[in-house]
């Protein structure tokens, strides 16, 4: 099949996974007989240097032109001065909005391999296999604020649709009947109003899902139960804010924040890919980054945007071939050295392909 991917590279140690991703597609098409034509765009702080704007309407341009968009990270130091009128951040929130990507699905699994490098007690960590559905274009990210200004007080404001909760719970309900069909709804209905109407809403829609088993978890206790019995999770959808603290927490599950991947999806095929972890500009350049996030955020580009089922499922086999040699970057190995660099590790990944 003839596609193309908007790749954006953006800040710290995003160009690095990134290139080496698009090595990977490319190997993918070799291997597979597909014509992916890859087209770059600036995004976040870099955008910001070249344009003084962190989306760029070429870049937006490029996306509109492409079947899918791959996307490294956003920010650093550089741009995170908080008196700054513009953060690199907002190119990201930006394009999620423009594209109105509701649905944002985070995979967090355990890694036989990766056991005994967790924090959390290897017991707790066997068969953990949890989809997190963030709901992703509103919520307090979106709502009508006040920036500080010249005053002592600012806001934020957090509101929700009916409609905009039946999409995002749709999804999750969907995901579930694929998987083991559980759903916990995360909420704070003990407290706010919008997280009442996201829990009413979501009762309504699963009387179209009975066949799914659903659970309701206040955001306090679902951090905690997150950690002390996380097998027993299944889907879990959530907020936007909630969604973003809580799919960080359960990456101490999968040993690191590098493992995760992430897919951004509206109702049809079009998708952003990107990995969970930042631009981490304190390692960027030196090869020291885990391309695993970046690498499965790949994997759900052909999954998703493309339909390619077999070669996503080759790339995340190819993955696991690779940890189960025993090669480490830095973040997923105890004593923190790493056995292989960021290339050295990416290299065998597609050799395992
Ligand atoms: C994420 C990130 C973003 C978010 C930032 C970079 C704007 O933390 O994708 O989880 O808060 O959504
Ligand atoms: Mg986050």
Known sequence: MKATIAVLPGDGIGPEVVAKSVELLSAIAENYGHEFTFVEGLIGGIAIDETGDPLPAET???CEAADAILLGAVGGPKWSDPTATVQP???????RQHFGLFANLRPVKTYPALLEHAPLRAELLQDVDILFVRELVSGIYFGERQ???????????????RSEVEQVANVAFRAAQGRRKKL???DKANVLATMRLWRRTVVDVHDEYEDVELEHLLVDAATMHLLTRPSSFD???AGNMFGDILSDEASVLAGSLGMLPSASLRADKFGLYEPVHGSAPDIAGQGKANPIGMFLSAAMLLRYS??????????????DATLDAGLRTADIVSSGQASVSTDEFAVTVIQNL
């Open 60 to 62: 937006v341009a490029i």
């Open 89 to 95: 951040e907002r190119g990201l929130l930006g394009l």
């Open 147 to 161: 920036e500080q200004g010249d005053g002592d007080s600012s806001y934020d404001t957090m509101a929700y649709s």
């Open 184 to 186: 916990c709804s995360v």
């Open 235 to 237: 889907v879990i959808v």
């Open 306 to 319: 493309l339909q390619l089922e077999g070669e996503a499922s080759a790339i995340e086999a190819a993955i």
